[in-house]
Nanobody, 123 residues
Framework: QVQLVESGGGLVQAGGSLRLSCAAS?????MGWFRQAPGKEREVVAA????????YYTDSVKGRFTISRENAKNTVYLQMNSLISEDTAVYYC???????????????????WGQGTQVTVSS
């Protein structure tokens, strides 16, 4: 398993921006960002293949969020713009169960998870 540490969460006004970072201990893993709001199930927000050539976004964040990665730094980012109150949640990054994966989006395909970082959007 790979160790993951998220950072960059916080409180922001609606319409604002935040950038989340996820530092991995190493490896060529496909990565994903998930979020879980109170009383709701964890959902995938965005995902990226290990080479960064393929990305996925859930419909509600398309055009507002961008996932990217710097493999030289073992870091994945989630740039979040035009934030709305519905984006309030704990955000988790995750790494695929095996190395050299292409794009994966289902929770079962991820074997390592970060501790989560809170994002709160005030309206």
């Amino acid at each position: 398993q790979v160790q993951l540490v998220e950072s960059g969460g916080g409180l922001v006004q609606a319409g604002g921006s935040l950038r989340l970072s996820c530092a991995a201990s190493g490896g060529t893993y496909a990565m994903g960002w998930f979020r879980q709001a109170p009383g709701k199930e964890r959902e995938v927000v965005a995902a990226i293949s290990w080479k960064g050539r393929s990305t996925y976004y859930t419909d509600s964040v398309k055009g507002r969020f961008t996932i990217s990665r710097e493999n030289a730094k073992n870091t994945v980012y989630l740039q979040m713009n035009s934030l709305i109150s519905e984006d309030t949640a704990v955000y988790y990054c995750a790494a695929s169960r095996q190395r050299d994966y292409g794009l994966v989006t289902t929770p079962a395909a991820f074997g390592s998870w970060g501790q989560g970082t809170q994002v709160t959007v005030s309206s």
